[in-house]
């Protein structure tokens, strides 16, 4: 069906391709997510073009036209990327698939010249409708009223979507995550999940067929993972994923030339409904990771730090009651941390990203008792990490502490503290000095304070004495009974040569 005619405004190189194509007697479209943002009134990250062009008719219009051929996927699945002026395009031919034992990738692909088949064939129904460049909208599985009704729905069965294509399982929670959407199907509806009158409670659960994720790649339900944590709803997107069973599902890598099945993210399953001490805490701590994502900048390391910093609470050995009979969960952080490093290095993480996230929440809990103590206790611990060998100079290690201080915020955000205004002013003023000191007050490698190895190279008489100098100046910096200023610098060289 054909909507309403709308003026969209497409970027001059599509509007060429969709141009060179309708000219010579093909359909042309813009399809997908592309659509879906303009409808959204949002900028699309992309355009994708779908035709009823085969991939030789369209390379033999578009080369022609000055666009270059930089992949054909031919055959297999009909995509042509072209690039020109910088920009690159995929070009689709419609086409119909048929699924069998691959949990991604069509058995078969067949060409189609029919748009709604082709529309047909794509996961949800707010990614499969269609635009011609006069400004209609192409909408056959009511897409546009799910938009409207902010609902994301496949397009027909889902448990059947799911079997063809397991990654739509991990999308349908990305797409939540992204845009705040409620996810509904007909088939398979549960009972409810989650902590009442929140904003991740959800009235109804779904079953989703989680067994097939097994023949996933890691790097695909990686990328996927990440797009969902960086959501704005992410909160959202995340109770979807924990509801379905899909953080208990199981992926593979392939080493050696053969597969090897490995957990995703089953460690978060206990969390769920897990009560916390209600002096503190206005969530259990399912919700309250939520709220705490949904509170903090949307940063991989911020994020994957608060979705797993609370990740050992209620474990045997953690949890506890205190003398009021509330649950405690006193060292949480350190077995927290403990389980990062094992999540991320088996999702295989870069090492740097997870050292980092690994350590933001080994610390995610030293702020607190810091709103009391003051400036003194912050130096020393400052102190300590700029000794500690965790990063190689000042810059990084200011760096790490705005991630931290980052984490400490949406962390508080998520207990009582989130409203009380003056409580937390106080944690900005905390995070705030913690940053200034850092900047000014800590550095950590020589070459972080204000006078040059050379400059105290030509103050000594014993030049095999550098680096002991400089280890000297570094520490007294340090501990801050020394400042960071040359002329200050430099008469410390002086006394310390005099004592030996």
């Given at each position: 069906m054909t909507a309403e005619n709308r003026q969209f405004l497409l970027p001059p190189i599509i509007n060429r391709i969709l141009t060179l194509l309708t000219e010579q007697g093909f359909a042309a479209y813009v399809v997908g997510g592309a659509v879906r943002d303009l409808l959204l009134g949002k900028t699309p990250g992309d355009f994708d073009v779908a035709t009823s062009a085969r991939p030789e008719s369209v390379i033999s219009i578009l080369e022609p036209a000055g666009f270059t051929v930089v992949g054909e996927l031919g055959q297999n699945f009909g995509v042509v990327v072209v690039h020109r002026d910088g920009q690159t395009v995929e070009i689709a031919t419609f086409r119909g698939e048929a699924y069998g034992g691959d949990a991604h990738k069509?058995?078969?692909?067949?060409?189609?010249?029919?748009?709604e088949a082709d529309l047909s064939r794509r996961d949800f129904t707010v990614n499969a409708m269609a635009l011609d460049q006069s400004g209609n909208v192409y909408d056959y599985h009511g897409g546009r009223q799910d938009l409207q009704q902010k609902i994301l729905r496949t397009v027909g069965d889902a448990p059947a979507r799911y079997r063809e294509d397991a990654l739509r399982m991990y999308r349908a929670c990305r797409f939540v995550g992204q845009l705040g959407?409620?996810?509904?199907?007909?088939?398979?509806?549960?009972?409810?999940?989650?902590?009442?009158?929140?904003?991740?409670?959800?009235?109804?659960?779904?079953?989703?067929?989680?067994s097939r994720s097994v023949g996933l790649s890691l790097e695909r339900v990686r990328t996927e993972l990440d797009k969902l944590l960086l959501g704005k709803w992410a909160g959202k997107g995340l109770m979807l994923l924990l509801a379905t069973g899909l953080a208990a599902g199981r992926c593979r890598v392939r080493e050696?030339?053969?597969?090897?099945?490995?957990d995703v993210l089953p460690e978060?399953?206990?969390?769920?409904?897990?009560?916390?001490?209600q002096r503190f805490h206005c969530y259990n701590a399912w919700e309250h990771t939520l709220a705490a994502?949904?509170?903090?900048?949307?940063?991989?390391?911020?994020?994957?730090?608060?979705?797993?910093?609370?990740?050992?609470?209620?474990?045997?050995?953690?949890?506890?009651?205190?003398?009021?009979?509330?649950?405690?969960?006193?060292?949480?952080?350190?077995?927290?941390?403990?389980?990062?490093?094992?999540?991320?290095?088996?999702?295989?993480y870069p090492a740097p990203f997870v050292q980092r996230v690994v350590w933001l929440v080994s610390r995610?809990?030293?702020?607190?008792?810091?709103?009391?103590?003051?400036?003194?206790?912050?130096?020393?611990?400052?102190?300590?990490?700029?000794?500690?060998?965790?990063?190689?100079?000042?810059?990084?290690?200011?760096?790490?502490?705005?991630?931290?201080?980052?984490?400490?915020?949406?962390?508080?955000?998520?207990?009582?503290?989130?409203?009380?205004?003056e409580l937390m002013a106080e944690g900005r003023a905390l995070g705030t000095a913690v940053l200034e000191l850092s900047r000014s007050k800590m550095?950590?490698?020589?070459?972080?304070?204000?006078?040059?190895?050379?400059?105290?190279?030509?103050?000594?008489?014993?030049?095999?004495?550098?680096?002991?100098?400089?280890?000297?100046?570094?520490?007294?910096?340090?501990?801050?009974?020394?400042?960071?200023?040359?002329?200050?610098?430099?008469?410390?060289?002086?006394?310390?040569?005099?004592?030996?």
């Open positions: 069509p058995e078969q692909v067949w060409y189609c010249d029919d748009l959407f409620d996810y509904v199907q007909r088939q398979g509806a549960g009972p409810a999940f989650g902590q009442p009158q929140t904003p991740y409670y959800l009235p109804q659960s779904y079953s989703f067929p989680v050696h030339g053969t597969y090897r099945e490995i978060l399953e206990h969390l769920a409904g897990l009560p916390q001490n994502i949904d509170n903090s900048p949307p940063q991989l390391a911020i994020r994957w730090a608060l979705l797993l910093h609370d990740v050992a609470k209620g474990l045997p050995g953690i949890r506890r009651l205190n003398k009021e009979g509330q649950p405690s969960d006193h060292g949480h952080e350190a077995e927290s941390a403990v389980m990062a490093e094992v999540i991320l290095s088996r999702l295989r995610h809990m030293r702020f607190a008792p810091m709103l009391v103590t003051g400036e003194r206790t912050l130096l020393r611990w400052l102190r300590s990490e700029a000794a500690g060998g965790n990063f190689k100079d000042s810059h990084e290690m200011t760096a790490a502490f705005e991630q931290l201080v980052a984490v400490f915020l949406a962390d508080m955000g998520a207990t009582h503290a989130g409203k009380n205004t550095p950590v490698h020589t070459k972080d304070l204000a006078i040059s190895g050379h400059d105290v190279l030509v103050l000594l008489e014993d030049k095999s004495k550098i680096r002991d100098a400089m280890r000297y100046l570094l520490q007294r910096v340090q501990s801050t009974n020394l400042p960071n200023e040359r002329s200050a610098l430099e008469e410390a060289v002086r006394g310390w040569q005099k004592r030996h």
